[in-house]
Each structure stands twice: as C-alpha cells, then as structure tokens.
C-alpha cells in the first residue's frame, strides 16, 4: 500500500523545496518526490524535515539518569569524575534483567522518537546475567533491546560490545565487569544471533561495538572483525578521558587514536565515541579517513569530558553525528546546540561551526548530523531522497518560536530560540508513530517503565 505525504516546504537532498509530494512504497522506503505539486491525497504537512539518527545509546542508564549528581563527602568531591560516575552506574546495572531493559528501552525509544529521533544505534554490553553466566541465548539483553525498538517503531542498529579486559595490556577484570566480558567465540554467536533476528526487518541494521581500547586488544578485535561478514558499523569509545590517554601511551606509547590507526583500516564504517582529546595529527587522520566522530555533548559536559576539537575538524570536512549516550538529555536540539554552543565558549566568538555551503549556523549543524547519523547507523536514512527510507519529522510551524521564519531561517530558530520540543509527528519507514506529539502505546509503555523502577528500586 502507498503512503503518500504532501508538504508545503520540505528540506530535501538538494536542498528547500515548495509543495512537495511524496509517495513511500510497501517497504517503508521513499519511491518517487515531485516539487512544486499542488495537492492531490494523503496527510498534508507545513514543514517536513528528515528525521535525526542518535548514533550512540546506553539504553540500561536511562533508568540512572540523575542519580549521579551527589557530590562525594568531604575530601572526596574534589576528585569526583567520570571514574567515579563510573562506579555508581556499574552498582546500578548489577540488578537489571531481560525484562527491566525491555520496558526501560521501550520508554527510552518513546522519548527519542518524540524528540524527531528516528534511528539509534545501541551501545550494548549487559550481556549475562547477575552472575556473569551467559544467558541461553547469549544475545538475549541485546534482543531485548531491539524488540523494544521493534514495539515502539524506532529504526534500530544494534552495537552489541565486544568487552574482555579491565584495563590496557589486558588487565583482569573488575567485578563490577562481569556482565560485559566475552571471548571472541561468545561475541560472535551474540552478533550472528541478532543478524538473523533481524535479517527480515527493515529497520534494523547490526553492527559491532569494540568498547574501547582498555576492554579489548587488537588480536581480539582483529579476529572477531575478519569473522563478521555484513557488519553495518564499527563503534568504539576513544579518547574520551585525559587519564585514558595517559594510561594508553603508558601502554603503548602511542595515543588512542594514533594507536587505533596505526593497527586498523579505520573508514567510513567506523564511527570514534567521543575522541574528545586528540591532537593535530589524530585529528586530521580521523577527517580523512571519511569514519564518524560520534558526538554527545550532553552526556560529556555532564561527566566533565572536555570539548571536542570540533574547529579542526570541521574545516577538514570531518564526518560527524549525534548521540544521546547516557541520556541525560534526550534532545537533538539540545545536542546540537550544546555542540555550537561549547566551541562558542571555547573561542569567544559567535556562528562557529558554519561552512561554505551555508552560513546558517542551525543548517550546517542538522545537515552534518543527518549525513554524519547515516552512515553510523549503516542504513540509509537522514536523507529525503528516492530510495532512502522515509523517515521524516514535522515541525510545529504555528509554534511562536517558529511561527513566520522560512527554511534555513526556520531551522537556526528551532535549535536555538528555546527549549519547547516542536517536534509535532514522527514518521520511520513512512509509519505515522507520533501524531501531534502522541505516542499510540504510550501510556502503557510509561506504565511498565514506572513498575520496573519500583522493582530496581526494591
């Protein structure tokens, strides 16, 4: 059956639009445009945009979200940091089980779609149970999360990950691990179970997620990755502490990504966490070799990361992209603008990460998210063209915020004149999942979520 959409202005591959008409086929993807159409059939829209990839997800610390706010006691709260938020995570995720992920995914993916995300790629690594034992099905926490994405409607990309060691040179363990930890026999079943799961679903790609440098060696990575054939991306958390730097070249006496580079073909199917401290060279390399520098700005103020060299990058052409990561803020809008807004305070200076294709700070920003968000989630997506899968967002033109502003104009007043989510439908594979910022199962999705906190909590 055909879906067909008519928008008075849409943001298409090429660039703004008037009175488009859009057909999406049986199988969710985008058959045929026309621009300058009057309107014949179908929902008719104001402003249609695509709808935004979330490329980096812990779907298990949505339930934490803010409880890591509690400074140490005295003595102790000069030295808080990531280290320390690292614990009260683990202590928090050594009670969850398959069915607490399934309903704490299903509200996290309600929020992302009604936020105009349409996509996430899933950073998974509760792999076993309370114990450290596998699970009958070794990929069971992960097929938790992706039938949850399945419930709700959003595009999935599964980033099952690979987690062996507790520290660089293959340091044992913390107990607070053993949930994580895999050999290369075990990650390879969790990975070929997902990909036959979903091998018949069109909104769900999988990838694999080496979690970082510290958790893995590269004889290991090395082995999993010639084992894997049809992987739609490569994640890895890098350079996101300065202690991580320093413990890497203490290590190998070279830098993460320098390492990273040095030891793999890192291309466009890799997408780098964080790499927050990187220094020229690591930089340019990372622009160059065309991979996706996964940025979430919110999660890394809120664990006191620093600020990507985002400057350097984007005048190399660097792909990058958005995630919500710890979801301390489920919002691209928030993302985006805290990714302008951080280079702003760096600098001192206004309307940073332009471009020569647009002086409009809010465009630039969506359009390298979009491009940035595909290709880290190996679908194709965050493109209104034939052939893509329809997967829009719109807009609330009548919105005060936005009320009278056009196109790019449009665009920079969304992201930066306020905090009121103006996403008014969401649209993944052209299914209609919000309507007028309404969820059809959200209700009993808020329901479950708020019976598994009272079990945590227990």
Known sequence: MTTRIWAATALLSSGWAESVAIEVDDTGNIAS???????????????????IPNVHSHAHQRAMSGLGERAGTSGEAAKDSFWTWRKIMYHYLQRIQPEHLFHISAQLYLEMLKAGYSCVGEFQYLHHDLNGAAYANRAEMSLQCMQAAQQVG?????????????????????????????????FIDIVTSLQQASATDANT??????????????????????????????HVHIAEQTREVDDCLA??????????????????????????????AET????????????????????GDGFFNAIDYFEQDGCWAIGSDSHISIDPVEELRWLEYGQRLLTRRRNVLVSPRTANTGRNLLDGALTGGARACGRNIGSITCGARADFIVLDDQHPRLYGRQQDDLLDSWIFSGNDNLVRDVYVGGNKLIDHGVHANEDAIQRNYRTTLDQLAN
């Open 33 to 51: 445009i026309s621009s300058d159409q009057p309107y014949a059939s179908g929902e008719r829209v104001e402003i249609l945009l695509p709808a």
């Open 154 to 186: 959003i595009g999935f990309t599964a980033l099952p990950v690979l987690y062996r060691y507790g520290g660089f040179g293959g340091a044992e363990p913390l107990d607070g691990q053993k949930r994580f930890l895999n050999d290369a026999d075990g």
């Open 205 to 234: 790609a999988v990838g694999i997620a080496p979690h970082s440098l510290r958790a893995i060696n590269g004889e290991l990575l090395g082995e999993v990755i010639a084992a894997l054939d049809n992987l739609a991306a490569i």
């Open 251 to 280: 290590w190998s006496r070279m830098r993460p990504v320098e390492w990273l580079f040095d030891h793999f073909d890192v291309d466009p199917r890799w997408c780098l966490i964080h790499a927050t401290h990187m220094n020229d």
């Open 284 to 303: 340019a390399a990372m622009a160059q070799s065309g991979c996706v520098a996964g940025l979430c700005p919110t999660t890394e103020a809120n664990l």
